[in-house]
């Protein structure tokens, strides 16, 4: 049975276009198999050292996940993804791909190629990118991270630290000359606090009070037990420091990999993390607040953000884009990080389906 969709979403399923509509209703339908989607990471993570034997599952999933996922491997997708959000009110947070390293020089191109990025986005895009996502494992050290979050530096490592600060006030100062926010992304426990004390040194030289927009956003996972805590301590610390905290908040993207490092640290299920990020959300705020965005990530909720876009709010869609090898990484950890969010898609399929057997049929169709 099809199943008719909630009057509040059915501007965005009219929104979509038609082969976008197919693609979602095919790939989202492939996705809701948990073994397939695993058996799939698997078999890709395996074909990474032997890449030939690979090919077939790897042209499979350029020719699905990839584009349903991402914008495309170039800038101009990414403008042409814009360019079909647009009429719905919807802007983006673009996200060119870059990995961890402890390569040095591999850092330091890293913060190149952001910076290019920034200055590209603001000539071809103008206004439509609001935020670049900022992997900090790819412009300061993981393993000095993890020494400081374990507060165990040596007099070289608190040099080398100078070192990754430096490029990271770089960015935001070409982040806030280009006029686009840089979202820092949370990563795993025994890095996080590391993470937390650059996010709050930056903001603190970055955030100004009264400013028209902060600079740097932090970020806060919901399935940590520690979540409200930390938001209260963050606030606590800005209105001492006499700067603006920004944070984006999220369920949470490293569940799979913490259950065997840190179980107590977590919520005890995806309904209790559900709890918790609602409780975060609480704020009553208008519509259109300058300060609030809405966001998903390119492929998944599409007939919500582009309903929230045409309701008003400052709707956003997550739209990574690169080759594809620089992107596999990225979409593999997004399948395994996602499966919940991949298995809630089933109230979403059905809808899918409506929506194109109306269009097939005509708006009588039920």
């Known amino acids: 049975m099809l199943v008719a969709p909630p009057v509040w979403t059915a501007r965005g399923l009219a929104a979509l276009s038609s082969p976008r509509l197919a693609q979602s209703a095919a790939v989202l339908h492939l996705c809701g198999s948990r073994l397939l989607v695993n058996g799939a990471v698997a078999l890709l993570r395996a074909a990474s050292s032997r890449p030939a034997a690979g090919l077939p599952l790897l042209w499979a999933m350029k020719q699905t996940a990839f584009r349903h996922f991402t914008a495309g491997e170039s800038l101009a997708d990414v403008r042409a993804a814009a360019a079909t959000l647009a009429p719905a009110g919807v802007r983006m947070i673009v996200d060119h791909s870059t990995e961890e390293s402890e390569a040095a020089d591999a850092r330091q191109a890293n913060l190149r190629a952001k910076v290019a990025l920034l200055g590209k986005l603001r000539a071809e895009l103008a206004g ?21 979050t374990a507060a165990t530096l040596t007099a070289a490592e608190e040099g080398e630290l100078e070192e990754g600060l430096a490029l990271l006030r770089a960015l935001a100062a070409a982040a806030r000359e280009e006029g686009i926010s840089l979202l820092l992304d949370a990563e795993q426990t025994h890095r996080q ?22 600079v740097v956003y932090h970020t806060v996972q919901a399935y940590l037990r520690s979540a409200e805590h930390e938001v209260e301590a963050e606030l606590e610390a800005a209105r001492g420091g006499g700067y603006s905290f920004a944070a984006k908040l999220v369920r949470g993207a490293y569940r799979h990999t913490e259950l065997s490092r840190a179980p107590a640290a977590l919520q005890p299920s995806k309904s209790h993390t559900d709890a918790a990020y609602d409780t975060l959300d609480a704020l009553k705020l208008p519509r259109s607040d300058p300060c609030v965005h809405l966001a998903q ?23 990574p884009y690169g080759h594809f090898d620089e992107v596999l990484p990225w979409l593999l950890r997004r399948l395994e990080e996602n499966q919940d969010a991949l298995g809630a ?4 399929r059905p809808l899918l389906r409506h929506e194109m057997r109306r269009r097939l049929l005509g708006s009588s169709a039920a």
């Not at 439509?128 to 020494?147: D, G, H, M, N, Q």
Request: charged share 20%.
């Open 345 to 348: 898609a089933g109230e979403e």
């Open 297 to 319: 990530i390119q492929g998944m909720a599409d007939d919500l953000t582009l309903t929230l876009g045409l309701m008003g709010y400052n709707a956003l869609k997550l739209m």
């Open 128 to 148: 439509e990118c609001v935020f670049v996502p900022i992997k900090l494992t790819a412009l300061a050290s993981p393993t000095l991270l993890e020494r400081l």
């Open 193 to 214: 606090p590391g993470i937390t004390l650059l996010a709050r040194l930056l903001a603190s030289e970055f955030n100004a009070p009264g400013a028209e927009r902060p």
